[in-house]
């Protein structure tokens, strides 16, 4: 994996999650896939599951957005960094922004094998 690589990675991740199409969103995982969503929270493990995870609660399309970059490549290690931003019903009032530390290993078909993300809210001013 190299920094494009990566980015394309990312850049799928977001299309994805604004999608919620599962194929696409399991495209981005291997089978054995173990994904961390907090740094203490229960891993999910395998594409099935991480799938199923997602569309669990999805957001409400228009109400969020996001865009995040690598910032270390290393072998098939990334550490990514990134916003998420989220609206309000008009699509256009942001609610509440988050700023994402995305940890990935992946495998050498460039799908993630091991994703762990840390976020924090961004105070209100």
């Not at 919620?20 to 969503?37: H, K, N, R």
């Not at 594409?47 to 270390?72: C, E, F, M």
């Not at 609610?95 to 961004?122: H, M, T």
Request: negative net charge.
């Amino acid at each position: 994996m190299d920094h494009a690589a990566v980015q394309q990675w990312l850049d799928k991740y977001v299309e994805a999650w604004k999608s919620y199409d599962p194929q696409a969103i399991g495209d981005l995982f291997s089978e054995d896939a173990v994904c961390l969503y907090g740094p203490f929270d229960k891993p999910v493990n395998g594409r099935a599951a991480i799938v199923a995870s997602w569309l669990k609660n999805p957001d409400a399309q228009g109400t969020y957005d996001a865009h995040y970059q690598p910032i270390v490549v290393e072998d098939n290690n990334a550490v990514s960094n990134g916003r998420s931003t989220y609206f309000a019903a008009d699509g256009k009032t942001v609610e509440r922004v988050y700023d994402n530390i995305f940890v990935l290993r992946f495998d050498d078909n460039g799908q993630c094998a091991s994703f762990s993300e840390w976020f924090i809210k961004k105070p209100k001013k």
